[in-house]
């Protein structure tokens, strides 16, 4: 006897199909890993800007050191003693960080207004000695006032010193020169010296001066630099 199958029940039929389909979906889907996820987060926000006094002290931090410019051809000559060119105003720091007390100058003119405030404000005392910058074959070099520059040079009193003139070669030269027979170099190292700074500019009549320049009286002077 062959047994009909309702419709029905055809029905309920695909239903518990479509049930146990689903269900064996969901029981995958549990026992698979979950995808790794890549957050990304927003940049972060840029500095506020500095306010001007900020600004500038953070500038003034930075370049403190950097504003440390030494006069044209400044060189150091022994302990406490430096020579150098006629210094600017952009070197007014660098001479200050020498603590100097004296300012021996060789040139006639009248020292400039900004330059002698600067000594009166830092306390270093200003030595003048007028000597004219000329040309060879008018060169004149003043014996008795490269003297009297080097007893001030040699007193320690007036120690750390600067001497200077307008280039820093030639006068500057000549006394440099004249303080290094003091100290007994040979004459060829005294020329080698005062000719590095001269350079092409360089002067037999220098040279002629320091090679005859009488020592003897200043002599008594030279003990903490001899």
Same mark, same amino acid.
């Given at each position: 006897?062959?047994?009909?199958?309702?419709?029905?029940?055809?029905?309920?039929?695909?239903?518990?199909?479509?049930?146990?389909?689903?269900?064996?979906?969901?029981?995958?889907?549990?026992?698979?890993?979950?995808?790794?996820?890549?957050?990304?987060?927003?940049?972060?926000?840029?500095?506020?800007?500095?306010?001007?006094?900020?600004?500038?002290?953070?500038?003034?931090?930075?370049?403190?050191?950097?504003?440390?410019?030494?006069?044209?051809?400044? /060189?150091?000559?022994?302990?406490?003693?430096?020579?150098?060119?006629?210094?600017?105003?952009?070197?007014?720091?660098?001479?200050?960080?020498?603590?100097?007390?004296?300012?021996?100058?060789?040139?006639?003119?009248?020292?400039?207004?900004?330059?002698?405030?600067?000594?009166?404000?830092?306390?270093?005392?200003?030595?003048?000695?007028?000597?004219?910058?000329?040309?060879?074959?008018?060169?004149?070099?003043?014996?008795?006032?490269?003297?009297?520059?080097?007893?001030?040079?040699?007193?320690?009193?007036?120690?750390?010193?600067?001497?200077?003139?307008?280039?820093?070669?030639?006068?500057?030269?000549?006394?440099?020169?004249?303080?290094?027979?003091?100290?007994?170099?040979?004459?060829?190292?005294?020329?080698?010296?005062?000719?590095?700074? /001269?350079? /092409?500019?360089?002067?037999?009549?220098?040279?002629?001066?320091?090679?005859?320049?009488?020592?003897?009286?200043?002599?008594?002077?030279?003990?903490?630099?001899?």
């Amino acid at each position: 006897m062959k047994l009909e199958v309702m419709p029905k029940q055809r029905a309920m039929e695909a239903e518990q199909r479509e049930e146990a389909m689903e269900m064996s979906g969901l029981e995958l889907w549990k026992h698979e890993k979950p995808a790794s996820m890549v957050v990304f987060l927003p940049p972060p926000p840029p500095p506020p800007p500095l306010v001007p006094a900020a600004a500038a002290a953070a500038a003034a931090a930075c370049g403190e050191e950097a504003t440390l410019v030494p006069p044209l051809n400044f /060189a150091m000559v022994d302990d406490g003693i430096f020579r150098s060119g006629f210094p600017a105003a952009a070197n007014f720091r660098f001479l200050k960080s020498l603590n100097l007390r004296s300012i021996v100058y060789l040139c006639p003119e009248p020292y400039p207004e900004t330059n002698a405030e600067f000594l009166a404000k830092n306390g270093i005392k200003l030595y003048q000695f007028g000597i004219e910058g000329r040309k060879e074959p008018f060169v004149n070099i003043p014996d008795d006032k490269i003297r009297e520059a080097l007893k001030v040079v040699l007193d320690v009193r007036n120690q750390p010193l600067l001497i200077h003139c307008k280039r820093g070669k030639h006068r500057t030269g000549c006394v440099v020169g004249c303080l290094r027979k003091l100290q007994k170099w040979c004459l060829s190292s005294v020329f080698d010296e005062y000719q590095r700074f /001269a350079a /092409a500019k360089a002067r037999s009549t220098d040279q002629r001066f320091m090679e005859l320049f009488d020592i003897s009286s200043l002599k008594h002077l030279t003990a903490s630099h001899c």
